[in-house]
């Protein structure tokens, strides 16, 4: 691992553990499956607009999303290995957007398939699920305003 890697990955690791004082957001850190990282990568850095620190942790080939010690929400990567294998089924990502509709376009222009359309949820925001560059279930999500 590059010693460059290793501050943005303990930070993004450094929500996964709790000492007990108090209140907590549960998901620390996500690894979310890719088949062609390069593809994944410009996929995600279109959508959100956000860069990447890439890095070999453990033998497989990630991009870590930025993380920020004491911001809400939690960091993850894009991984690709034998282990990891992308999937419409199971557990959703839901990925915060200042704008759903520009997001929408943007990953649709990017090649990603609208798999629920954008709904309104009145004070909880609104939210669109796609299906990323991959084959993953995504969603995105804009905060109520």
């Known amino acids: 691992?590059?010693?460059?890697?290793?501050?943005?990955?303990?930070?993004?690791?450094?929500?996964?553990?709790?000492?007990?004082?108090?209140?907590?957001?549960?998901?620390?850190?996500?690894?979310?499956?890719?088949?062609?990282?390069?593809?994944?990568?410009?996929?995600?850095?279109?959508?959100?607009?956000t860069?990447?620190?890439?890095?070999?942790?453990d033998g497989y080939p990630m991009a870590l999303f930025p993380a920020a010690n004491g911001a809400p929400g939690a960091s993850g990567a894009l991984v690709k290995g034998d282990v990891y294998i992308p999937a419409k089924a199971g557990p959703i990502l839901y990925f915060s957007v200042d704008d759903l509709d520009a997001a929408l376009a943007r990953a649709t222009a990017a090649g990603a398939a609208i798999l629920y359309p954008p709904k309104d949820l009145g004070e909880l925001g609104r939210v669109a699920e796609i299906e990323d560059s991959e084959g993953n279930r995504i969603a995105l999500h804009q905060a109520a305003e």
């Open 51 to 57: 860069d990447f620190e890439r890095a070999t942790i």
């Open 1 to 49: 691992m590059r010693a460059a890697v290793l501050p943005t990955l303990l930070l993004a690791l450094a929500g996964c553990h709790h000492a007990g004082a108090g209140p907590m957001n549960p998901v620390g850190y996500f690894e979310l499956p890719v088949s062609d990282m390069d593809r994944a990568v410009a996929f995600y850095t279109r959508v959100l607009g």
